[in-house]
């Protein structure tokens, strides 16, 4: 990073303002410039989680730490700048002297780990969030309660490392649970709950499958609750695997809300973390790991997680943990630097709090490449707090949760187009729920959102109808909401009427790209190509009189021998491989194949191309920010919702080549041009601590970012 000494002071000066709060002194020094102590973000709420910028590190502690040096423990997170912990409580092993019976006490507990900890977190000012694990019990007292264990499909238990699965409908979860977790917010003034793997597991952690549980309490509530015997096999195909589903979503949203009833019952105040979006759960957990696998990681894994609870939900936090380990049982070596620097500037950059997971505790993790980075990027949060609280993304599209590699696909589309998003899931669309209204949206995407419940349906409907615009993709629609699928597409704004035939994917697939549709959907972006791939299955559809159709299906051509690969206009059909429609006083565009799924895994310009032309030619939907920056750079764009700043994240993703994740390359003079909220004062950039100029006129500012090394943060603050 270069420095100039009138920058190095600036920096200085805002790291002691975020340090210390009001500090005046930092204002004498610099007089060009406004202090952050200044700002007032206000707040968003009265709790301390919900868009507040707190800053996680979960220790997964063994059993084996319960003999760990505490006050070291305790130096750790604070060097991290943590200001909430998370930790094993109990559940398979209690971390403090326990009383109840059939909870198991860590053997290597001499004390009270879990007393000491608590007390000596709170007393640095951090919280606690305790964790608790009810998928497993120890064999020891597995074996006097077998009505409370899973059972595989071939009638066993399952034993793993002398922990035995319990299952969702038997005592333990369903009732013990509550007994364990009662003595522990009775003894321990903990700041929040986690729970662990709560609800229908079928894998061990080998990943090895053992079926639907099929034990007597499951048996007797399925039957009792729909008539049918419990199935065996797992089989969308099967309707009664299709209420199985339906049981196991009641059933574990069931005791999730007398779970969550009960913890708010014993304290209020308690925060609850877990990974489903039901009862009483105040964060939403998800997680961030390495695949192991020889494919490239999502880059933009951690994006997806946070926009994915942000837009979807005014009242809870995401609580997306960052795993530093690798996956599939390579705990104690970390990921790649880089890598997990990249999604740690996610959680970040797209105004979510942060969350980072060792193996055991940080002190003696072996792998530490990693440790100064996340202790850098942890203290730059921690400095720049205000900066992170009581935020909103700005962006005129929402992306409505689908199918995941057509949802992840148009997470690459938009943001290496650096089209600012919002996701929304699809079970909150159009409901009090979420942070924003439908009608607050230039237009909607629908990425192969398959079931859809007539909710949703008339939502969506009635937004096309008003004025919005909506782009579908795939099989959007066809599928009710317990996953039926019908022949028709029940989205009545995208044009098509059934029935309809589904082509197979199939290999020297293509779409024919006329002069015709040139012209509708860009000449100087087609100049090059008139035939593109079309690699999945895609919806032979007929369409309404109001619609209008674009790109032909080319079928099945011959690719072999090469003296018979081509094809003749004989083999061009009349399938439209886009639709586009006018309804009510909106608009719409189908695309009746996964256009981004295709794209998530080759990256095909000409699928690029179509996206983006459907969005600016074919529904006329502008960019909130215009620029030039590469591809590589992931931009973000925040507002404070008291209206005391907006900024511009900027993260460089340019060190990756394949599964290589080397330090990124330096962009230089990357123009940003975009309509602020409020007329701007100043412009600074946070990372390298410079003061941008600008220019300012009609309501547009522009400038130009020097330079990104690993990321920036181009703070606005206004008039
Ligand atoms: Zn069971």
Redesign the pocket.
């Known amino acids: 990073m270069k420095f100039t000494f009138y920058s190095c002071m600036v920096y200085f000066a805002i790291l002691i303002a975020g340090c210390n709060g009001i500090n005046s002194t930092s204002v004498i020094n610099n007089p060009g410039l406004s202090p952050l102590s200044l700002i007032d973000p206000g707040r968003y709420d009265t709790t301390w989680w919900n868009r507040m910028p707190f800053r996680l590190i979960q220790t997964n502690l063994h059993e084996t730490d319960a003999t760990m040096d505490e006050d070291k423990y305790v130096q750790s997170m604070v060097d991290a700048s943590a200001n909430v912990v998370l930790l094993n409580v109990g559940g398979i092993q209690a971390n403090y002297p326990t009383n109840l019976p059939y909870q198991f006490r860590n053997p290597y507990l001499k004390g009270d780990l879990v007393g000491d900890l608590v007390k000596k977190l709170h007393e640095k000012g951090i919280k606690v969030i305790g964790r608790f694990d009810f998928s497993k019990i120890n064999e020891t007292l597995a074996a006097k309660k077998p009505e409370w264990l899973?059972?595989g499909t071939d009638g066993k238990n399952v034993n793993y490392n002398g922990q035995v699965h319990t299952?969702?409908?038997?005592g333990y979860q369903q009732q013990y649970s509550l007994d364990i977790l009662k003595e522990a917010i009775a003894t321990y003034p903990l700041d929040g709950i986690f729970f662990n793997m709560m609800g229908y597991t079928t894998t061990d952690y080998s990943g090895v499958y053992h079926g639907i549980?099929?034990?007597?309490?499951?048996?007797k509530r399925f039957y009792d609750s729909t008539g049918y015997t419990l199935p065996i096999r797992e089989d969308m195909s099967d309707p009664i695997f299709r209420q199985y589903i339906a049981f196991q979503k009641t059933t574990s949203e069931k005791l999730f809300t007398a779970t969550g009833n009960f913890i708010k019952s014993l304290n209020p105040k308690l925060i609850i973390a877990s990974y489903v979006e039901v009862g009483f759960v105040d964060m939403i957990v998800d997680e961030t790991s390495l695949k192991n696998t020889s494919e490239c990681e999502f880059n933009y894994a951690a994006t997806e997680n946070v926009k994915s609870v942000l837009g979807s939900y005014k009242d809870r936090s995401p609580f997306n943990l960052i795993l530093y380990g690798q996956g599939d049982g390579f705990r104690h070596i970390g990921i790649a630097p880089n890598l997990a620097k990249v999604w740690v500037l996610e959680n970040m950059l797209q105004g979510a709090p942060l969350g980072f997971v060792f193996e055991g505790d940080m002190i003696d993790y072996e792998d530490r490449v990693f440790i100064s980075t996340l202790n850098d990027l942890y203290g730059f949060q921690k400095s720049n707090g205000k900066l992170f609280t009581n935020l909103q993304a700005v962006s005129k599209i929402a992306l409505i949760r689908g199918d995941r590699d057509e949802f992840e696909g148009m997470i690459k589309l938009l943001t290496e187009e650096h089209i600012m998003f919002d996701v929304i899931d699809p079970s909150v669309v159009g409901t009090e729920r979420t942070p924003r209204k439908l009608e607050e949206y230039d237009a909607l995407i629908l990425g192969d959102v398959r079931s859809m419940d007539n909710h949703l349906i008339a939502a969506i409907n009635n937004y096309v109808k008003n004025g919005g615009k909506i782009l579908a993709t795939g099989f959007t629609s066809l599928d009710d909401s317990l996953g039926n699928p019908s022949n028709s597409i029940k989205l009545q704004s995208l044009g098509v009427r059934p029935p309809f035939e589904v082509f197979h994917k199939s290999k020297s697939t293509y779409l024919k790209v006329t002069e015709n549709d040139k012209t509708a959907l860009g000449e100087e972006a087609f100049k090059d190509f008139s035939l593109m791939i079309m690699y999945s299955d895609f919806l032979k559809c007929k369409t309404r009189d109001s619609a209008r159709t674009f790109l032909k299906l080319v079928p099945f051509t011959r690719f072999g021998p090469p003296e018979k690969a081509y094809y003749t206009d004989e083999n061009i059909t009349d399938f439209p491989g886009v639709i586009s429609n006018v309804y009510g006083k909106g608009k719409s565009v189908y695309i009746p194949w996964l256009i981004g799924s295709q794209y998530l895994h080759k990256g095909n310009y000409s699928h690029r191309t179509l996206f983006v032309s459907c969005l600016h030619n074919l529904l006329k939907v502008e960019r909130s920010i215009q620029t030039d920056a590469s591809p590589l750079i992931e931009i973000t764009h925040q507002a404070n919702r008291n209206g005391a700043f907006e900024w511009i994240g900027m993260i460089n993703h340019s060190g990756q080549i394949g599964n290589s994740y080397r330090d990124p390359i330096v962009i230089h003079n990357t123009s940003i041009r975009f309509k602020p909220l409020k007329q701007i004062k100043e412009i600074k950039l946070m990372r390298s601590g410079e003061e941008l100029k600008f220019k300012q006129s009609n309501g547009w500012v522009e400038f130009i970012v020097p330079q990104v090394d690993d990321f920036e943060m181009v703070l606005c603050l206004y008039k």
């Open positions: 899973y059972v299952c969702i409908n038997g549980c099929q034990c007597k309490n499951c048996k």
